[in-house]
């Protein structure tokens, strides 16, 4: 039985198409993949079906008095509120039933009735089912297998960074257990133990799923059919993510020598009624403009352009690029044991370790944006650094990355700029909008072309993989193995890094008890 059902779906975004005249069902069993290019409308999808945004045309149809639950990397989180108190709000509805089950015993003790009794029996057995007198116990698994614990359930909310914040709204809405659950990019802020985790909890949810997601291994392990979003279609395969890719691949030939075959049959048809629209023949040059006008004319393969990514080289004057000795990271309070780690050119290091555990925090503070607690750490006199940071968070989010581009590098053209994102794998057509209406993974472009414009020899890179698609990553993998010079790397996916990194240092041996 279908919970879902897309129909006759359109939408243009300025002169790009995404989606022609297409659709999809989601079925009660599906636990459903979401795959296809940046850029190509994943996450626009997500917002069409949740009714965030109005399609052009298309008919979205959901099975009635079902509950939907939606990763909403945006929901607030009142300032004052613990994390733990957050998370007691996805059993709202629970509190208040039993709060007003302590009201109709404080009632039936004044007025002895029957009919309160009855209710307030109806009620418990509602508290009973859902398993109300066991939530603590619940919040506490759920806050375990993401990693929440580790933060801290008493902490306050607003002292989140952007990773635990999307950590934290992911753990409540699998606590709401709704009947549909809607995730886009859920493994962005976790580590290997917690999309585990995730997995596990995945494959045992009883409801249907749609996943967006750039991490294959983990789309794999969780899904039993796949939508692709190419060419402005949706199309559903069944069966495993390495099946569906093979489908795609054959699918994707045969419409390219289709659209090949239309495009010569168009261009024959145009020629005949230019040459014969006045002559002789000028009625059936106007029969065959009719059957052009009524052609259904199949969507152009798109735009979309790869990435190539060329980070300078600055020469340094010594092997040593950086050295930590027995620094101390943390807010208030240490999250790590007194740290001691080195980096010579070339050497490439990846830190590893749970999320929230201390690793931006690390490399903020060997940056000088958070104090140190106590230690030092010194870089050379000509070690130059390239930083990535990993939360998309932009002064002016109305600006274009044209703007934000030119704005890094004043000294640079503007053709020059746009040689750059062009070569990053922005589109044209993206260059000239609001940052703000860039995906996630094109966002993660604009900031990548940025450190391909400056030279450096030690480039800090915290979490660049995430948004990415698999085609971007592959290339953002070689540009590094290529860079002449050091590489300092944090990132959840050990298979973006296997075969090139010199030394994994984990800092959960590290942690602060």
Not at 358 to 376: M, R
Not at 443 to 464: G, H, R
Not at 477 to 495: I, K, R, Y
């Amino acid at each position: 039985m279908s919970v879902l059902t897309v129909e006759n779906l359109q939408q243009q975004f300025l002169d790009k198409t995404l989606y022609d005249d297409t659709g999809f069902a989601l079925n009660q069993e599906d636990h459903m993949g979401i795959i296809g290019q940046n850029g190509v409308g994943k996450s626009t999808l997500i917002k069409i079906i949740t009714g965030q945004i109005l399609p052009d045309s298309g008919k979205i149809t959901w099975k009635k008095h079902i509950k939907i639950g939606y990763l909403d990397q945006y929901v607030s989180l009142a300032e004052q509120q613990t994390i733990f108190e957050f998370l007691k709000s996805a059993f709202s509805e629970l509190y208040a039933l039993n709060k007003q089950n302590e009201q109709i015993y404080a009632d039936y003790a004044e007025n002895p009735d029957d009919d309160l009794l009855e209710k307030a029996g109806h009620n418990q057995e509602i508290l009973e089912a859902k398993n109300f007198y066991d939530i603590e116990t619940t919040i506490n698994q759920v806050a375990s297998g993401l990693g929440i614990d580790a933060i801290g359930l008493d902490r306050n909310s607003s002292e989140l960074s952007g990773g635990q914040r999307s950590k934290v709204i992911l753990a409540k809405l699998l606590l709401e257990q709704p009947d549909v659950l809607l995730l886009d990019e859920p493994t962005n802020y976790l580590d290997t133990n917690h999309i585990e985790w995730l997995i596990n909890y995945l494959n045992n949810f009883a409801g249907a799923f749609i996943v967006i997601s750039h991490d294959y291994d983990f789309l794999g392990q969780i899904t039993n059919c796949i939508c692709d979003i190419e060419f402005g279609k949706i199309t559903k395969y069944r069966g495993t993510l390495n099946q569906a890719r093979r489908q795609k691949e054959a699918n994707k030939e045969t419409y390219l020598k289709a659209y090949a075959t239309q495009q010569k049959k168009i261009e024959k048809t145009k020629a005949y009624i230019r040459k014969n629209k006045a002559g002789s023949r000028s009625t059936i040059a106007k029969s065959r403009e009719k059957q052009l006008a009524h052609m259904d004319i199949l969507t152009p393969p798109g735009n979309l352009m790869a990435s190539h990514f060329n980070f300078p080289y600055q020469l340094s004057a010594v092997r040593m690029l950086l050295d930590v000795s027995d620094l101390v990271v943390g807010y208030e309070k240490p999250l790590l044991t007194p740290f001691n780690f080195s980096i010579t050119q070339p050497e490439k290091v990846a830190i590893t370790g749970f999320n929230g555990i201390g690793k931006s925090t690390l490399i903020k503070t060997l940056l000088g944006i958070i104090p140190k607690l106590s230690g030092d750490y010194w870089f050379s006199a000509t070690t130059k650094v390239g930083y990535f940071k990993q939360e998309l968070l932009w002064n002016n989010n109305q600006q274009t990355p044209l703007q934000i581009v030119q704005a890094a590098a004043p000294k640079l053209t503007q053709k020059k700029v746009r040689q750059s994102l062009a070569r990053a794998g922005i589109e044209r057509d993206n260059v000239d909008k609001p940052i703000k209406m860039l995906s996630g993974g094109e966002q993660t472009k604009v900031k990548l072309c940025i450190l391909t414009i400056f030279p450096a020899n030690l480039l800090i890179l915290d979490e660049p993989t995430n948004h990415l698609d698999e085609q971007t990553k592959d290339a953002l993998s070689q540009s590094l193995q290529n860079f002449e010079g050091s590489v300092l790397l944090v990132t959840h996916e050990p298979g973006f890094y296997e075969g090139w990194i010199d030394r994994v240092i984990d800092i959960e041996k590290l942690q602060v008890k």
